[in-house]
Every structure is written in C-alpha cells, then in structure tokens.
C-alpha cells in the first residue's frame, strides 16, 4: 500500500515534533522528543487502517468507547448502528465501539503551518456518516505544538436547527522508553469511579477515587471515570521524563486503560462517560453555540 502524506508539526521552542496523518482519520501517529517516541505504536498505522485497530492518538467520534446495544434513542426514534456498515466497528462481545470516524480519509486541511494544523470535517453531506449519528454539523480539529506541549482543540458546529450530542473522546497512547513498565508512575486528579459489568459498561454505581500517585508495578487499568475540573492533570512519568495530559476544558470523563501485555498507558479524554450516547448523561453542542474542547499534552 502507498504511504498516505503526513504533516510534522515542530515546536519552535524545542525538538519535539508531533506527525499527524489527514486522510487516514485526523490520527496522530507520533510525538516525538529529540527524535524518541512517545506514542504507543501498537500494531501500526496499517492495522488502524485496515482494521481499526487503535495506536498513536486516535480520535474516537461520535462516541468513545463501547455502546450496551447496537443503536440509541433520537427524540421518540431511535437509530440503529450495524457493525461493518457506515464505519461502525464492535468489540470482542459484539458492541459497537469508537464511534465511525476510524481511518476516515474525509478531512479537509483549512490551515497549516509550521506547528499549527487546522481540519474540517462536515457530516451534513456525508449520508454514510449520517446514517450513524444523524445530527448535521461540522467538527474542526485545530492542533498547536508549542512550549513543548500538544494542544488539541475539538470545535462542534451543528449546521441545523439540532443540537448535537457530545460523547466523543481521544485515545493517547502513552510510553516512557527506556524505562520497564513496572517502574512508571501514575497520577491523577481525584476523580469519581464508575464501575463495569464483565462487557465494559458502566453499571450505573460509583464511588470516589481519591488522587493517586504510584508506581504502576504489575497494575492493570481499564477504568472509566467522571467528576474531572476543568484543567485536571494526569501524568505519566520514569525516570527524567514527565508526560503530563491536561483535560483544559469540556471533557469531564476519562477512561485509563494500562493493559498487562503492552509498554503503554491510554489517558483518554471524554466528553461523556462511556455509553452516554445511550444513558443520557451528556452535553450538546446548541444550534448559534459551538461546542469547543480542548486538551494537552505537555512533555517534560
């Protein structure tokens, strides 16, 4: 297969370079310190491609994570998600999951530079995308490297008389190489935990998870949260190096996912816990009111 084209942001202030792919979903691939990544590489950009199979930073739209059934509620209807239909893809229990924006070649570039990208993505003329999530607008990513930090920014425009629902979510990879997993430390904000059935869905209990801060050791993570302030840090770090995911504003849920079998830990910012698309539970983006959101990682 031809490599698709990629743009390298650079900081200006330092080496850090982050390497975004437009036609292959708006994912990011790398972060890069002085030519070391920071990214989980997984199984590589060709298995995100060919089968969804996440890495680097993905974007996980219109909802993030897993649904408890294939469809939702739409004002007295309802929609139905069809696995292998429209971009929608499911899990080892059959749930649809990440929403229907994986490898999506729509994106259209409105801005670059040296260390800013700018795309669009307008579902209001895509019936593929419509199909899955019916709400017409516009979603931009405007993406800054600079003072040694990534800067995402997600604005929902809706383009109708409809509000859009605001479940979506990133999926960081995160590594500190040269480091054993073992020896990396985890912190974050105290948060509120929101437990899960055998399948990943939230039960509807929850309980206060105060601040943390310790070695992972041979801890596994897969957990959701809610409850994150606005500008709430969590960090990974070993030895000298600090990787630090700031949640700036509209994504009050997170999921952390630090899986026994890979050097990586996922610090996922969340518009909505998991399944909101189907419990309710989430904010909308207002018809005259974008919706904007925005997060960074800051590498030190």
Request: with cysteine; hydrophobic share 40%.
């Amino acid at each position: 297969m031809a490599q698709l084209p990629s743009v390298v942001l650079r900081d200006p202030s330092s080496p850090l370079t982050a390497t975004y792919v437009p036609s292959a979903g708006m994912i990011c691939t790398s972060l890069a310190d002085d030519g070391v990544e920071l990214l989980g590489q997984r199984r590589g950009l060709q298995a995100y491609l060919t089968t969804g199979k996440t890495m680097g930073i993905p974007i996980l739209y219109p909802w993030a994570n897993r649904l408890s059934a294939n469809g939702y509620g739409l004002d007295g209807g309802a929609v139905t998600l069809t696995p292998g239909v429209g971009g929608v893809r499911s899990d080892e229990h059959g749930l649809v999951i990440h929403g229907v924006l994986s490898a999506y070649p729509g994106w259209l570039i409105t801005e670059q530079s040296e260390n800013r990208l700018t795309a669009d993505l307008d579902f209001s003329g895509q019936p593929r995308l419509l199909a899955s999530f019916p709400f017409p607008h516009i979603v931009t990513l405007d993406i800054t490297l600079a003072d040694r930090a990534l800067t995402v920014e997600t604005t929902v425009t809706p383009t109708t008389a409809a509000s859009v629902p605001m479940c979506y979510g990133f999926h960081p990879y995160l590594t500190i190489p040269g480091v054993p997993r073992a020896e990396w430390t985890l912190q974050t904000p105290p948060l509120r935990h929101l437990p899960v059935d055998n399948w990943g869905i939230p039960t509807g209990d929850s309980e206060e998870w105060p601040a943390l801060a310790e070695q992972l050791g041979d801890k596994i993570f897969d957990d959701g949260f809610d409850g994150v302030a606005p500008g709430g840090v969590f960090s990974l770090s070993g030895a000298d190096r600090r990787i630090e995911v700031v949640f700036q504003q509209g994504f009050p849920a997170a999921q952390i996912f630090a899986p026994g079998t890979e050097d990586l830990v996922a610090i996922e910012p969340m518009a909505a816990p998991t399944n909101a698309l189907r419990k309710g539970g989430y904010g909308t983006a207002v018809p005259g009111r974008p919706a904007v959101s925005a997060f960074t990682i800051r590498v030190s």
